[in-house]
Structures are given as structure tokens and as C-alpha cells.
């Protein structure tokens, strides 16, 4: 793993360091970018947030897939019958490619990741309440749990702000989706911002709020004004990172969105691709190519122009410096 400069080595770190320093960590994290948002050069204070570079894992909560899980409904046919059909070959295969994290939750918030993509999904043959997180197949986690993590790690670290982003919605009623918000402003609630123009870091600070919760369900986000409408996510759906990068630039040419946005670097298989590649896994495929997924990340820039990037979200976090690269893109800010 690449070390990590240290955090007094970028002209982003404010040199008030009384001021900066006024709520210190209370976590004893040692990770150099644990409060990276606390530590920015008091400049970036009265930046909205959608005009700042945010790292952001993508499909953050595969760290912690079950292996006994069945496959998602929502997948193919195809591969649900296999899966059946041969258990002890394809299951293994299936979590393989299903994985895109290794870190858990707090370990990504101390690497500095701001964004995490939440997949959210109830099982057909789980519990009445019990709400699971989902890629190809179902967490061992439950959702409640991990947003109280979430919380628990934001206590400690004052002024440090969090996006976090519920999506997919697998098997959710109506039901769920009031449990889920009435359980999300239980466990948050003076930490979320409710919906409105973007903020920058100086605002939140003020209000004491690190939250913004950005709801895919169009109907439950209206009915709670402390969830946010979905966050765009240019998803390029590439095997080849030549064909990804391809896809984010023709995204930037045709101009960003006015308000937060997520620029994903993760390749993505398909079926065939994974039947074709059995001995593979998404690790294998990711890891060789993140140099060149980060050369594209430190040639972006932040800020209001329609060519500039926002939330940058990647895989594997902590392999490379990606979450490094991404918030030392704020520099480009101060010139």
C-alpha cells in the first residue's frame, strides 16, 4: 500500500490551526485523513459542498456480503438458475465479483471517504424489519446497525460532513420506507440538514449538521424534508478503463449537474463476463488498473464549471492513493 503523506504536507490544511482545531478528534484515529474537512484552508470553508472534490466508495457495504445468502431476485434468470442448480460453484464465483470493498464502514470514514452508497434491500425470506444491504447478493449487516455506526463515528469527529446515499430499494413497501426514514431520523437527528440549496462547511458547522441523506424513493423523500432527492451517479458499465474513461469525459462534455453528483471510477462486469472468467474476481480486474483510473482522477478539477467534477467514487478503498488524490484536488480551489 502507498504511504500517505502526511496531513501538514498540502497547502489545504488551514494554517489557524486554533481555529481549525477548535473540536479535535476524539476517535485517537492515527489516519491522516480522518478530518481532512475540518483541517481544509479556511478559504474552502464557504465552498458549497457540490463545488468541493468528496472521495466516496462505491457500493460501500460488500466488505461484509454473507456467503450463505441466495442470490438477489433482481438478478438474471439465468443466474439465479445456476445458482440453484450448482451452489457450490457458483456461489463462490458470484461473491467473488460481488465484493468492491474491503474496509469496513468506520475504516472508510477514517480513510476519509464522504460519500457512501448505500444499497438497500429487505429479504423475501427475512424478518418483517430487518433491512439488509445488497450487491448480486445480501449483507450479513443490518441497516439500522451500520447507520448507527455511522453516527456513533460522526460524534467523534464534530466537523466532519457525510453523505450518505440509500438506493436500489430491493423488495421495500411502502412500510419499510417509513420504518427506514422514521429509523434514520431516530438515529441522526439534529446531524441531518434537511433539503434545500447545497451547503458549504461553515453553514453545517454552525447549525451542528453532518448529515445530508440523499432517499432514491421519489415518494418517501417528499414526505420527510430531512431526506434529499438522489444523487446523480454516472455509472460508465465498462470492463475496460480506457472505455470508462471514455464514458466519464463524454459525461463532463455535456456538462455537470447543479447540485451534488458522483463521478464513479469502478468497472463492471456482466454475466458473461464472469462466466467467461471464473478463476477472475473484481479485485483482480480493479486493482491492475487503478493507476490508471487515478491518473484520470488527478487531472479533474473541482468547482462550478460545467467540466468539473464533484464526488469521485471508487472501489477497493485504501489499495491506492485514490481518497488522498481526490481531496488534494481541493488545491486547485485556492489558485
Not at 1 to 16: I, K, V, Y
Not at 216 to 235: Q, S
Amino acid at each position: 500500500m502507498t504511504e500517505r503523506p502526511g496531513p501538514m504536507a498540502s497547502p489545504l490544511m488551514g494554517t489557524q490551526l486554533s481555529e481549525a482545531g477548535r473540536y479535535p478528534c476524539l476517535s485517537g484515529s492515527t489516519n491522516p485523513n480522518a478530518d481532512w474537512m475540518s483541517a481544509l484552508c479556511p478559504s474552502l470553508w464557504d465552498v458549497p459542498l457540490q463545488h468541493l472534490s468528496i472521495p466516496g466508495s462505491h457500493d460501500t457495504m460488500t466488505y461484509c456480503l454473507n456467503k450463505k445468502s441466495p442470490i438477489s431476485h433482481k438478478e438474471s434468470r439465468l443466474l439465479q438458475l445456476l445458482a440453484k442448480a450448482l451452489p457450490c460453484i457458483m456461489q463462490p464465483i458470484v461473491l467473488k465479483w460481488s465484493v468492491t470493498q474491503v474496509l469496513n464502514v468506520t475504516e472508510q470514514l477514517d480513510a476519509g471517504v464522504r460519500y457512501l452508497d448505500l444499497r438497500v434491500a429487505h429479504m423475501l425470506q427475512g424478518s418483517e424489519k430487518n433491512l439488509h444491504f445488497v450487491h448480486m447478493v445480501y449483507t450479513s449487516v443490518l441497516v439500522e446497525d451500520t447507520l448507527t455506526e455511522i453516527s456513533e463515528w460522526m460524534e467523534k469527529h464534530p466537523r466532519e460532513v457525510v453523505i450518505l446515499a440509500c438506493r436500489n430499494f430491493e423488495g421495500m413497501t411502502d412500510d419499510l420506507h417509513e420504518y427506514l426514514a422514521t429509523c434514520i431520523k431516530n438515529i441522526f437527528g439534529d446531524m441531518l440538514c434537511p433539503r434545500g440549496e447545497v451547503p458549504t462547511l461553515r453553514q453545517l458547522w454552525a447549525r451542528g449538521q453532518q448529515v445530508i441523506l440523499s432517499y432514491e424513493d421519489e415518494c418517501t423523500m417528499k414526505r420527510h424534508r430531512e431526506l434529499w432527492p438522489a444523487i446523480p451517479y454516472w455509472w460508465g458499465d465498462q470492463v475496460k478503463p480506457e472505455k470508462l474513461v471514455r464514458y466519464l469525459e463524454h459525461m463532463k462534455s455535456c456538462g455537470r449537474p447543479g447540485g451534488l453528483f458522483v463521478a464513479g471510477i469502478n468497472l463492471t462486469e456482466n454475466l458473461e463476463y464472469i462466466l467467461a472468467h471464473p478463476s477472475q474476481s473484481l479485485r483482480k480486474l480493479t486493482l491492475p488498473n487503478l493507476p490508471y483510473l487515478s491518473a484520470w482522477v488527478r487531472e479533474q478539477s473541482p468547482g462550478p464549471g460545467t467540466r468539473c467534477t464533484n464526488i469521485v467514487a471508487g472501489d477497493f478503498i485504501g489499495a491506492d492513493t485514490f481518497v488522498h488524490d481526490v481531496i488534494r484536488l481541493n488545491e486547485k480551489l485556492l489558485h
